[in-house]
């Protein structure tokens, strides 16, 4: 069983003014594939970098989670940062990986090719 961490990261969302989609959206994916997994921990930050690798950090050290998915804070507005969070914190980097999203997803949803 894979133990999940879905982190959603948004100004509104964390402030109350907006709905998590994003969170619920991740979730469906995993069913959707059929992966063995439990959602072990689901948090909302706002576009705070310093909170995202904090909390990324904590999540990952704390032995309670496989895999951590975040959800917002890609595009191009100033305060979203998530990926530069995730650099702060992470030992390694898969080449490729995240261009690979890019293309798949831009696919379908052409404006996630500037996430």
Excluded: W
Excluded at 59 to 73: E, H, M, S
């Amino acid at each position: 069983m894979i133990r999940v961490s879905v982190i959603t990261v948004s100004d509104g969302v964390a402030s109350g003014e907006r709905e998590d989609l994003g969170g619920p959206a991740c979730e469906a994916v995993l069913r959707a594939h059929s992966m063995p997994y439990e959602v072990v921990s689901r948090a909302t930050l706002p576009d705070d970098r310093g909170r995202i690798a904090d909390l990324v950090r904590e999540q990952a050290d704390g032995g309670q989670t496989d895999l951590i998915v975040l959800t917002g804070g890609t595009g191009v507005a100033p305060r979203d940062r998530t990926p530069e969070a995730v650099r702060d914190v992470a030992e390694l980097e898969i080449p490729g990986l995240a261009e690979k999203m890019r293309s798949e997803t831009g696919a379908e949803f052409a404006p996630a090719y500037l996430s």
